[in-house]
């Protein structure tokens, strides 16, 4: 997430500075200590702000649940937010989630969140998107066997490009659609997501179940003008 420097970042951190996890690699294998009485571990990659981290958390009180998010302007907001709310189930690490086998130990997660991704539209960039079976192989590895990855997006190419990544990879898509609130609106949503509802934008949305499974070799083709 883009969003302009904050002059005043580093005192607001520190004023809701509990709910950051410094040093993040040191829990490894360990996070449910955050919470011993938690059911479940889940993850969203991506909070930004933080609305829908905040609202997950608090209708979810025995879920631990921590957000990954590298904009440390976002991350501040989506903390305070926290904070004001009286959460204590949900902590917050500024990192890039191609480190999330640093910080998970494998199978530890229960349940990830991959919410309106950047999509990097030009061909060359394919690898850089969160839904890229290089990633997937990442998830797969951190999140138990059963486990889930809930997926939303806007953006209908890219969408179609997950779909067929999940595919590729074996691993089985449930509950699939392409305009999740053609009824009203449906779940917890995001910021952004709540604008582009507004705007009558359709939002894809499904859930993958994770498996371990063996990364799919890409076919090298010739890379063409228009995708260099």
Not at 107 to 127: G, M, Y
Not at 146 to 157: F, L, M, R, V
Not at 212 to 217: D, N, S
Request: a neutral charge; hydrophobic letters at 35%; glycine letters at 6%.
């Amino acid at each position: 997430m883009r969003m302009r420097k904050m002059k005043n970042l580093d005192p607001r951190m520190e004023k809701c500075g509990e709910y950051r996890i410094f040093e993040p690699e040191t829990r490894k294998g360990s996070w449910r200590e955050l919470k011993p009485d938690c059911t479940a571990l889940w993850v969203e990659v991506g909070c930004g702000k933080g609305k829908f981290t905040a609202e997950t958390a608090q209708a979810n009180p025995d879920v631990l649940l921590i957000a990954v998010e590298r904009c440390r302007e976002a991350m501040v907001v989506a903390m305070e937010k926290a904070q004001a709310m009286g959460l204590t189930n949900v902590f917050y690490i500024d990192m890039d989630v191609a480190n999330i086998e640093d910080i998970f130990a494998p199978e530890e997660i229960d349940r990830l969140f991959i919410n309106f991704p950047d999509p990097w539209p030009r061909k060359k960039n394919a690898k850089r998107r969160l839904t890229h079976r290089g990633f997937l192989d990442k998830y797969c590895r951190v999140v138990r066997p059963g486990g889930e990855i809930h997926y939303k997006t806007d953006n209908a190419p890219l969408f179609e490009f997950s779909l067929e990544e999940f595919a590729a990879c074996g691993l089985e898509t449930k509950n699939v659609t392409r305009d999740l609130h053609a009824n009203g609106p449906v779940g917890i949503m995001t910021g952004y997501e709540e604008k582009f509802y507004g705007l009558g934008t359709p939002i894809n949305r499904c859930e993958v179940v994770c498996k371990p499974f063996v990364l799919p070799q890409e076919e090298k083709k010739p890379q063409t003008e228009a995708e260099a």
